[in-house]
């Protein structure tokens, strides 16, 4: 390969689900489905004007596969957070009726505190994650999705973000707690979203962008926190044949997310992924059916 092609060639193929019969679905055949429901957003934000951008590992496989990484079995996205009431506004008009969403706007029964603030599904499709503190609750559905979470400014302050970290790390418990009681905890839930938006708002003019405080799971004064010129003006990229949207400057946020040895490397004769192979799996998917809209039953 010559080192102008840019990518890494992942040759090995990733299975999620394998049947007696001998059927097996993939995760390659996950990520077209996801692919699907990816190309529905891109089309409503661009038909909107509203920006988006890859995130995580979305946006780590589109600099080193030009897509999904090939193990990867779920794709985000960030919405910026002045745009995300429009966002949610435009996906009730004008989401295809080949798909549908999840978010507390539209059901109090959705946990914005999982992380992601809505899930775009797909039907005709299931998935059900590996997730053990909050289940889907919400009834329409569990088809194959793709995240997305606002992106905001924080506080410059550290001390001052983790302390309104804090405060939702505390909801959480009551949230987790209610919640595996089959009690919807609306109230903690609308503090959470209210006080995430509060957050954003009052740090609209900092000079650092994050998920919002709702997002509880990351490590203590290690949250994922890039500075505002490393995001903004978003650029396209390659992926899947495609150009989606994600940072301006992305390897750099890639190495301050996921560490200085998370993109590709030239061995005098070919790209190679850094990653051990024994952490390259699919993670994500406890039962898939792109088959319909139940779990599997191919025995």
Not at 186 to 215: D, E, G, M, R, T
């Amino acid at each position: 390969m010559s080192r102008d092609s840019n990518y890494i060639l992942e040759k090995n193929h990733y299975i999620l689900k394998e049947f007696s019969d001998g059927k097996k679905i993939m995760v390659r055949d996950l990520q077209l489905e996801i692919l699907t429901v990816m190309d529905e957003i891109h089309r409503i934000c661009e038909k909107n004007h509203i920006p988006y951008l890859l995130i995580a590992g979305s946006s780590l496989g589109a600099v080193n596969y030009k897509g999904f990484i090939p193990w990867d079995d779920d794709m985000d996205i960030a919405i910026p957070i002045e745009y995300w009431d429009l966002f949610v506004e435009v996906m009730k008009k004008d989401l295809d009726t080949n798909f549908y969403f999840d978010s507390y706007e539209i059901d109090k029964k959705y946990n914005t505190i999982s992380g992601p603030w809505m899930k775009v599904r797909k039907r005709g499709t299931y998935i059900e994650e590996v997730n053990f503190l909050l289940k889907n609750r919400c009834k329409r559905g569990n088809g194959v999705f793709v995240d997305v979470i606002p992106y905001g400014g924080i506080a410059e302050n550290k001390f001052v973000d983790e302390l309104e970290r804090t405060l939702v790390k505390i909801n959480m418990l009551f949230i987790v707690l209610l919640d595996n009681l089959h009690i919807n905890p609306i109230p903690f839930k609308s503090f959470v979203y209210w006080f995430s938006k509060k957050c954003c708002a009052l740090h609209k003019n900092s000079s650092l962008i994050s998920q919002p405080v709702s997002v509880p799971w990351e490590k203590f004064l290690h949250e994922p926190v890039f500075k505002r010129k490393d995001v903004f003006p978003l650029k396209k990229y390659d992926f899947e044949n495609r150009k989606f949207y994600s940072y301006c400057n992305i390897e750099k946020i890639l190495r301050e997310w996921y560490g200085p040895n998370c993109l590709k490397k030239w061995d005098g004769k070919k790209w190679v992924e850094t990653l051990p192979i024994s952490k390259r799996h699919p993670k994500h998917v406890k039962d898939i059916n792109l088959e319909g809209d139940y779990p599997s039953i191919r025995h």
